[in-house]
């Protein structure tokens, strides 16, 4: 129309139908770039819809559970599959409750390798003068192992003689994670693991320990085990630990928050007590060894100083060399006023002796 050249069929219409047949073939091109780009719109949105509906239904439902390992395929050497897979009935808020662990569900742990057992001797003699037989009797259960499994044992003194830190720093020496339970503040029946229908449902206290470590035999501490509260209403903690304790079960532990059969036959267990007499005989027979642990004499004032001022450092956030070895002075002083006994009060003496140093340097004219 612009240049004249009108086709034949417009001679016999009007042109406002002329201008509306020119105005649909102009538009035309731009309405189906439009439709299609609306199509290409409305799919992105049901695909992220598909994608938003999927994340949720992974964070509802045990999708992300990994895969089970075959009834029958061994682990390879020196790992264990303490956990299969983990059941999947009860509530939807109990089909969670293994989440936090799907990193052990499934999978072939390592077991700790025996270290060179006369370093470490050397290294726990080193911080516990008096506890030679001790140590003695702890390690010679390791020799001719090629992995760590020290059993259940019980580890019996006084108030502050320095049980719960021996045990510690054995675990350590040997390369083992040390989860630690309070046997006076433990919620009973709960070291056995809660049942799925309890919102507080969780593991048994072993599993906890190798999932945390990520070791098929780390070492349970089980601090002040006669301490224990003995009512019965939610379960007591002596019998909970029964089962763990025992061969037979340990290797098959029903864990009621898993759902699932445990392997926790290398798990070490160490209690600690000030009075064995306190703990059932049903405990005390599934203890491989009772060991006493000795108090420090006077004697061993001077090889206890070193472990325990690294200690005071290491609380205070500093470098064991910011404190130099105490002097002949301070050394008299403490052996004036600690005749042995607790190592609890030898170190606060020692704390005191740094912080009476710290101050008359800082009195000192510069």
Same mark, same amino acid.
């Given at each position: 129309?612009?240049?004249?050249?009108?086709?034949?069929a417009?001679?016999?219409?009007?042109?406002?139908?002329?201008?509306?047949?020119?105005?649909?073939?102009?538009?035309? %091109?731009v309405e189906?770039?439009a439709v299609a780009?609306?199509r290409?719109?409305?799919?992105?949105?049901?695909?992220?819809?598909?994608?938003r509906k999927?994340? &949720?239904?992974?964070?509802?439902?045990p999708?992300?559970?990994p895969?089970?390992?075959?009834?029958?395929?061994?682990?390879?050497e020196?790992?264990v599959?303490?956990?299969?897979s983990?059941g999947e009935t009860?509530?939807?808020?109990?089909? /969670?409750?293994?989440r $936090?662990?799907e990193?052990?569900?499934?999978?072939a742990l390592?077991?700790?390798?025996?270290p060179d057992?006369?370093a470490?001797?050397r290294?726990?003699?080193?911080?516990f %003068?008096q506890?030679e037989?001790?140590i003695d009797q702890?390690?010679?259960?390791?020799?001719?192992?090629?992995y760590?499994?020290?059993g259940?044992?019980?580890v &019996?003194?006084?108030?502050?003689?320095?049980?719960?830190r021996?045990?510690r720093?054995?675990?350590e020496a040997?390369g083992m994670?040390?989860f630690?339970?309070d046997?006076?503040?433990?919620g $009973?029946?709960s070291? $056995?693991?809660t049942?799925r229908r309890w919102?507080?449902?969780?593991?048994?206290r072993?599993?906890?320990?190798?999932?945390?470590?990520?070791q098929?035999?780390?070492?349970?501490?089980?601090d002040e085990?006669?301490?224990a509260?003995?009512r019965s209403?939610y379960g007591?903690?002596?019998?909970?630990?029964?089962?763990a304790?025992?061969p037979?079960?340990?290797?098959r532990?029903?864990?009621?928050c898993l759902?699932?059969?445990?392997d926790l036959?290398?798990?070490?267990m160490?209690?600690t007590?000030n /009075?064995v007499?306190?703990l059932?005989?049903p405990?005390?027979?599934r203890?491989?060894a009772?060991?006493?642990f000795?108090?420090?004499?006077?004697?061993?004032?001077?090889?206890?100083?070193?472990?325990?001022?690294?200690?005071?450092?290491? &609380?205070?956030?500093l470098?064991?060399?910011?404190?130099? %070895?105490?002097d002949?002075?301070e050394?008299?002083?403490?052996r004036?006023?600690?005749q042995?006994?607790?190592?609890?009060?030898?170190?606060?003496?020692?704390?005191a002796?740094?912080?009476?140093r &710290?101050?008359?340097?800082?009195a000192r004219p510069q």
């Amino acid at each position: 129309m612009a240049v004249g050249r009108v086709p034949e069929a417009y001679a016999y219409e009007t042109l406002a139908t002329v201008a509306l047949k020119a105005g649909r073939l102009v538009l035309g %091109p731009v309405e189906r770039l439009a439709v299609a780009e609306e199509r290409r719109r409305v799919a992105e949105r049901k695909a992220a819809l598909a994608r938003r509906k999927e994340q &949720e239904k992974s964070t509802q439902t045990p999708a992300s559970q990994p895969d089970a390992a075959p009834a029958d395929a061994p682990p390879p050497e020196g790992h264990v599959i303490v956990c299969r897979s983990a059941g999947e009935t009860g509530s939807s808020r109990g089909r /969670e409750a293994w989440r $936090g662990y799907e990193h052990v569900i499934g999978a072939a742990l390592p077991l700790v390798a025996t270290p060179d057992l006369p370093a470490v001797r050397r290294t726990l003699l080193r911080e516990f %003068p008096q506890a030679e037989a001790v140590i003695d009797q702890t390690l010679r259960w390791l020799v001719g192992r090629p992995y760590v499994h020290l059993g259940h044992l019980l580890v &019996e003194g006084a108030p502050g003689s320095g049980k719960s830190r021996f045990v510690r720093r054995l675990g350590e020496a040997l390369g083992m994670g040390v989860f630690r339970v309070d046997g006076s503040n433990d919620g $009973g029946g709960s070291f $056995g693991g809660t049942e799925r229908r309890w919102y507080s449902t969780e593991p048994c206290r072993p599993f906890m320990a190798i999932a945390r470590f990520q070791q098929a035999n780390p070492l349970l501490l089980v601090d002040e085990v006669d301490k224990a509260p003995t009512r019965s209403d939610y379960g007591r903690l002596w019998d909970s630990m029964l089962q763990a304790m025992e061969p037979e079960t340990a290797a098959r532990f029903p864990d009621p928050c898993l759902q699932a059969d445990l392997d926790l036959s290398w798990v070490s267990m160490i209690c600690t007590a000030n /009075e064995v007499w306190r703990l059932p005989s049903p405990l005390l027979d599934r203890f491989r060894a009772v060991l006493f642990f000795p108090e420090p004499g006077p004697e061993h004032l001077d090889a206890l100083l070193p472990a325990l001022v690294e200690d005071i450092a290491r &609380e205070r956030g500093l470098d064991a060399r910011y404190f130099p %070895p105490l002097d002949g002075i301070e050394r008299d002083a403490l052996r004036t006023r600690w005749q042995g006994g607790s190592v609890r009060r030898l170190r606060r003496m020692v704390d005191a002796v740094l912080r009476v140093r &710290e101050h008359a340097s800082l009195a000192r004219p510069q």
